[in-house]
């Protein structure tokens, strides 16, 4: 699907999917990545379930704990 025709819903939602296939690979917990980024455990479930979405400083921040580039997090 092409981002330009994907939904708001749909891009969070596959971020979210994509961020948490990552995290899990890396072997990390919700818990421990929102130590390493300095967000609560609550916003990292909401960005996982595509609920919600992150600043792009985030996207960063996130990508750097997880040790891939912020692309490697919007390639889906």
């Known amino acids: 699907m092409s981002i330009l025709k994907a939904s708001e819903v749909e891009i969070k939602k596959q971020f979210g999917e994509r961020m948490r296939e990552i995290r899990l690979k890396r072997g990390l917990s ?6 390493e980024i300095g967000m609560d455990l609550t916003s990292v479930n909401e960005i996982e379930k ?6 792009l400083v985030t996207i960063y921040k996130i990508a ?3 040790k ?7 390639l889906f």
């Open 68 to 74: 891939v580039s912020s692309s490697d997090l919007l």
């Open 50 to 55: 595509g609920r919600r979405s992150p600043k």
């Open 64 to 66: 750097s704990a997880l």
């Open 30 to 35: 919700q818990e421990k990545l929102s130590f």
